[in-house]
C-alpha cells in the first residue's frame, strides 16, 4: 500500500460550529426585525398604548379607593372616636363637679344630684367599652383606656366613703372628696385627654390621606394622554387622515377618566375641608369649652368644699391663694378671656368657637353661652364677698341654691354649648358625607373606561394594519 506524498505543509483544523440560537434569541431577533417595518410599528404602538390605559385605570382605582378609604374612616370612624374620647373627658369631669355639688347639701344629697353623678359614670363606662373595641393599631389610645378602666374604681370608692362620712357630719369626708378629686384630675382626666388627643390625631391623619392629590394617578393619565395625542398625529402625519375612530375613542374616555378624577377629587377635598374646618374643628374647640366649664364648676363647688384648706404653694403670684379658686380664675380666662363685658377677648374659646361656625345657627348659642358666662361670674363675685366676709350659709345659697345661683348659671351655659355641639356635629356630618360621595363609583367607573380605552387602542390601530393586508 502506497501513501500519498507529504508536503511538510500543517493542515488547519475545521472551523467550530456556530452555537445554535437559542427560541428566546430567535424570537428577540424577529421581533426586533419585525419592528424596523411598519405593520411591527403599530404593533408595538398598540400594546403600549392598551397597556398605558390599563396602567392608568390600575393606578386611578388604587388611589381613588385609598383616599375613599380614608374620607369613610373621617366620617364613620376616626371622627366618632374623637368625639367619644371627648364624651369620656366630659363625664367623668361632669361626675367629679356633681359629686362636689352633692358634697355641699348636707345630709343626703338630692335624688337628681345623686342619678346625675350615676349616669356620668355609666357614659364613661360605656364609652370606655366601645372605645376599647374600636381603636385598632393604636397602642397609646390602649393604654390610656386600661388606665381609666383601673382608676375609675378607685374614684367612684372615694367618693362613697366621702358621702358616708358627709351624712354622718364627720370632717373626713371632705378630706376623701378632695383625694377624689385629686385622683380625677391628677390620674383621670390627664388620660382621658391624652387618648383624645390621640383620637384626635387619628382622624388628622385620616383628613390628611383623604385630601392628598392623587399625583401618581395624574401623572400617568398625563402620560396616557400624551402617547394617544402622538399616536394620533403619527397617523395623520402617514396617512393625512384626521381621524381614526378607535383612537379617538381611546383618547375621550382617558380625558374622561382625568377630568373625573382632578374634578371629583377637587369637590372631595373641598367638602371634607369644610367638613374640618367647620365641623371637626369647631367640635374640638366647643368640648374644650365645655369641659373648661365643667371644671370651673367644680372648682367653685371645692372652694366651698375645702374652704381654703388648699392653696397654691408654687412660687408666684398666687402662692398662697385658694388652689381652687386660682383654678377657677384660669377656666373662665380660657372661656372668655379676661374681657368683662362685651363679646368675649381674642384668643378665647368661645371668641374661636364663634368665628369657627358658618351659620347664624351656629354661633347664636355660642354667644348665648358667653352672656351667661358673664353672668355667670357676676354671681361667682357676689358668693365669693360673702365667703370671704364669714357668711358661708349665704355663699353656699348663691352657688347651690334654688334661683339666681352660679349653678343656674352654669346649667344654662352646657345647655347652649350642648346645643352647638349637635349643630356642629350635624354640620360636619353633613359635609363629610358630600365629601366622600364625591369618590362614589369613581374607582370602578375609571377602570370600565380604561378598558375601553385600551380597547379602542387596539381596534383603532387594527384598522391601520388591516390596510397591509
Given at each position: 500500500?502506497?501513501?500519498?506524498?507529504?508536503?511538510?505543509?500543517?493542515?488547519?483544523?475545521?472551523?467550530?460550529?456556530?452555537?445554535?440560537?437559542?427560541?428566546?434569541?430567535?424570537?428577540?431577533?424577529?421581533?426586533?426585525?419585525?419592528?424596523?417595518?411598519?405593520?411591527?410599528?403599530?404593533?408595538?404602538?398598540?400594546?403600549?398604548?392598551?397597556?398605558?390605559?390599563?396602567?392608568?385605570?390600575?393606578?386611578?382605582?388604587?388611589?381613588?379607593?385609598?383616599?375613599?378609604?380614608?374620607?369613610?374612616?373621617?366620617?364613620?370612624?376616626?371622627?366618632?372616636?374623637?368625639?367619644?374620647?371627648?364624651?369620656?373627658?366630659?363625664?367623668?369631669?361632669?361626675?367629679?363637679?356633681?359629686?362636689?355639688?352633692?358634697?355641699?347639701?348636707?345630709?343626703?344629697?338630692?335624688?337628681?344630684?345623686?342619678?346625675?353623678?350615676?349616669?356620668?359614670?355609666?357614659?364613661?363606662?360605656?364609652?370606655?367599652?366601645?372605645?376599647?373595641?374600636?381603636?385598632?393599631?393604636?397602642?397609646?389610645?390602649?393604654?390610656?383606656?386600661?388606665?381609666?378602666?383601673?382608676?375609675?374604681?378607685?374614684?367612684?370608692?372615694?367618693?362613697?366613703?366621702?358621702?358616708?362620712?358627709?351624712?354622718?357630719?364627720?370632717?373626713?369626708?371632705?378630706?376623701?372628696?378632695?383625694?377624689?378629686?385629686?385622683?380625677?384630675?391628677?390620674?383621670?382626666?390627664?388620660?382621658?385627654?391624652?387618648?383624645?388627643?390621640?383620637?384626635?390625631?387619628?382622624?388628622?391623619?385620616?383628613?390628611?390621606?383623604?385630601?392628598?392629590?392623587?399625583?401618581?394617578?395624574?401623572?400617568?393619565?398625563?402620560?396616557?394622554?400624551?402617547?394617544?395625542?402622538w399616536a394620533q398625529r403619527r397617523h395623520y402625519e402617514r396617512t393625512n387622515r384626521v381621524l381614526n375612530h378607535g383612537l379617538l375613542a381611546a383618547t375621550a374616555a382617558a380625558t374622561v377618566v382625568m377630568l373625573w378624577l382632578v374634578v371629583g377629587h377637587a369637590v372631595a377635598r373641598a367638602q371634607l375641608t369644610e367638613s374640618n374646618d367647620h365641623g371637626a374643628k369647631s367640635?374640638?374647640?366647643?368640648?374644650?369649652?365645655?369641659?373648661?366649664?365643667?371644671?370651673?364648676?367644680?372648682?367653685?363647688?371645692?372652694?366651698?368644699?375645702?374652704?381654703?384648706?388648699?392653696?397654691?404653694?408654687?412660687?408666684?403670684?398666687?402662692?398662697?391663694?385658694?388652689?381652687?379658686?386660682?383654678?377657677?380664675?384660669?377656666?373662665?380666662?380660657?372661656?372668655?378671656?379676661?374681657?368683662?363685658?362685651?363679646?368675649?377677648?381674642?384668643?378665647?374659646?368661645?371668641?374661636?368657637?364663634?368665628?369657627?361656625?358658618?351659620?347664624?345657627?351656629?354661633?347664636?348659642?355660642?354667644?348665648?353661652?358667653?352672656?351667661?358666662?358673664?353672668?355667670?361670674?357676676?354671681?361667682?363675685?357676689?358668693?365669693?364677698?360673702?365667703?370671704?366676709?364669714?357668711?358661708?350659709?349665704?355663699?353656699?345659697?348663691?352657688?347651690?341654691?334654688?334661683?339666681?345661683?352660679?349653678?343656674?348659671?352654669?346649667?344654662?351655659?352646657?345647655?347652649?354649648?350642648?346645643?352647638?355641639?349637635?349643630?356642629?356635629?350635624?354640620?360636619?356630618?353633613?359635609?363629610?358625607?358630600?365629601?366622600?360621595?364625591?369618590?362614589?363609583?369613581?374607582?370602578?367607573?375609571?377602570?370600565?373606561?380604561?378598558?375601553?380605552?385600551?380597547?379602542?387602542?387596539?381596534?383603532?390601530?387594527?384598522?391601520?394594519?388591516?390596510?397591509?393586508?
Amino acid at each position: 500500500m502506497s501513501y500519498p506524498p507529504t508536503t511538510g505543509r500543517a493542515v488547519a483544523p475545521p472551523a467550530p460550529a456556530a452555537p445554535p440560537r437559542t427560541v428566546w434569541r430567535e424570537g428577540l431577533d424577529r421581533a426586533r426585525a419585525a419592528a424596523t417595518t411598519e405593520p411591527g410599528r403599530l404593533r408595538v404602538i398598540g400594546a403600549v398604548l392598551a397597556a398605558l390605559m390599563v396602567a392608568f385605570g390600575a393606578v386611578t382605582a388604587w388611589q381613588v379607593s385609598d383616599r375613599q378609604t380614608a374620607a369613610d374612616a373621617v366620617a364613620e370612624r376616626s371622627q366618632p372616636l374623637s368625639a367619644d374620647a371627648a364624651q369620656i373627658y366630659r363625664s367623668l369631669a361632669d361626675a367629679d363637679t356633681t359629686a362636689a355639688s352633692g358634697f355641699l347639701v348636707s345630709g343626703q344629697e338630692p335624688g337628681q344630684v345623686r342619678q346625675r353623678y350615676e349616669r356620668d359614670i355609666d357614659t364613661a363606662s360605656k364609652l370606655l367599652v366601645r372605645a376599647a373595641a374600636n381603636t385598632e393599631g393604636s397602642s397609646s389610645a390602649r393604654e390610656e383606656i386600661r388606665k381609666i378602666n383601673q382608676l375609675l374604681p378607685v374614684y367612684t370608692g372615694l367618693v362613697e366613703s366621702a358621702r358616708a362620712n358627709n351624712r354622718q357630719g364627720l370632717p373626713l369626708g371632705g378630706a376623701y372628696l378632695r383625694y377624689a378629686n385629686d385622683t380625677m384630675r391628677g390620674e383621670l382626666l390627664p388620660a382621658a385627654s391624652r387618648l383624645y388627643k390621640a383620637e384626635t390625631a387619628r382622624l388628622g391623619k385620616d383628613y390628611e390621606d383623604a385630601e392628598a392629590w392623587p399625583w401618581v394617578a395624574i401623572a400617568t393619565g398625563v402620560v396616557a394622554l400624551g402617547a394617544l395625542g402622538w399616536a394620533q398625529r403619527r397617523h395623520y402625519e402617514r396617512t393625512n387622515r384626521v381621524l381614526n375612530h378607535g383612537l379617538l375613542a381611546a383618547t375621550a374616555a382617558a380625558t374622561v377618566v382625568m377630568l373625573w378624577l382632578v374634578v371629583g377629587h377637587a369637590v372631595a377635598r373641598a367638602q371634607l375641608t369644610e367638613s374640618n374646618d367647620h365641623g371637626a374643628k369647631s367640635l374640638q374647640v366647643l368640648n374644650e369649652a365645655r369641659i373648661d366649664s365643667l371644671r370651673a364648676r367644680a372648682d367653685e363647688n371645692l372652694t366651698l368644699v375645702a374652704r381654703g384648706a388648699v392653696v397654691v404653694d408654687e412660687d408666684g403670684t398666687d402662692k398662697g391663694k385658694d388652689a381652687y379658686e386660682v383654678s377657677y380664675g384660669s377656666r373662665m380666662s380660657a372661656l372668655v378671656g379676661k374681657a368683662s363685658s362685651g363679646r368675649p377677648s381674642d384668643g378665647s374659646l368661645l371668641d374661636e368657637a364663634r368665628a369657627l361656625a358658618d351659620d347664624d345657627a351656629g354661633r347664636e348659642p355660642v354667644e348665648k353661652a358667653a352672656d351667661r358666662i358673664r353672668e355667670w361670674q357676676e354671681r361667682h363675685k357676689a358668693a365669693r364677698a360673702a365667703d370671704d366676709g364669714g357668711d358661708y350659709k349665704t355663699a353656699l345659697t348663691k352657688v347651690i341654691g334654688a334661683k339666681g345661683t352660679t349653678g343656674e348659671s352654669f346649667d344654662a351655659v352646657d345647655t347652649e354649648l350642648a346645643k352647638a355641639l349637635d349643630h356642629e356635629q350635624r354640620e360636619f356630618q353633613q359635609a363629610a358625607d358630600a365629601g366622600r360621595g364625591a369618590f362614589t363609583a369613581m374607582a370602578l367607573g375609571a377602570g370600565v373606561l380604561t378598558v375601553l380605552g385600551a380597547a379602542g387602542a387596539v381596534v383603532g390601530i387594527g384598522r391601520r394594519l388591516s390596510e397591509y393586508r
